[in-house]
């Protein structure tokens, strides 16, 4: 029983731990969408989404994107008509071009995210009746 119990802990955390998320979106507009590790299906990308190891991001012709990647501590904007993945400790760039690269200082990420009601409305993802 014991045995069962600690291998389950332990699926558990590997699990968790290779969910966590590698970045966000700092800044997301124009035509852009993500497609998340495993899924085939592509969503449209918004501000404060997180990114997990596996996701791919897309810009269409209009779309620009900009991101933090904090396994290398970077912050950095992807061009219109691109494709990037993101890996555990690099990013991959499929398709067009990313620059305005910057070190930053220190990177830490919740696990989840939400952003507070008034941060909604000036990003015009707030839903009123």
């Known amino acids: 029983m ?3 119990l600690v291998i389950a802990i332990l699926a558990f955390a590997t699990a968790a731990h290779a969910q966590a998320p590698v970045g966000l ?4 507009s124009g035509d852009a969408q993500i497609v998340r590790s495993g899924q ?14 596996g996701d791919r991001l ?5 779309g620009e994107v900009t991101f933090l990647f904090c ?4 912050t950095a ?14 990013y991959t760039v499929k398709k067009g071009a990313v620059s305005a690269e910057k070190q930053v200082p ?6 989840t995210l939400t952003l507070a009601s008034a941060s909604k409305v000036q990003s015009g993802m707030l839903r009123l009746r």
């Not at 085939?40 to 190891?53: E, H, K, V, Y």
Request: net charge positive; aromatic share 2%; charged share 20%.
């Open 58 to 62: 897309m810009t269409g012709a209009k």
């Open 2 to 4: 014991t045995h069962k």
């Open 71 to 74: 396994p290398q501590s970077k």
């Open 77 to 90: 904007k992807l061009g219109p008509n691109s494709e990037i993945e993101f890996a555990a400790g690099a």
């Open 40 to 53: 085939q299906a592509a969503a449209p990308a918004r501000t404060a989404d997180l990114l997990a190891a």
């Open 106 to 111: 220190s990177c830490r990420l919740p696990s």
């Open 25 to 28: 979106l700092s800044l997301v």
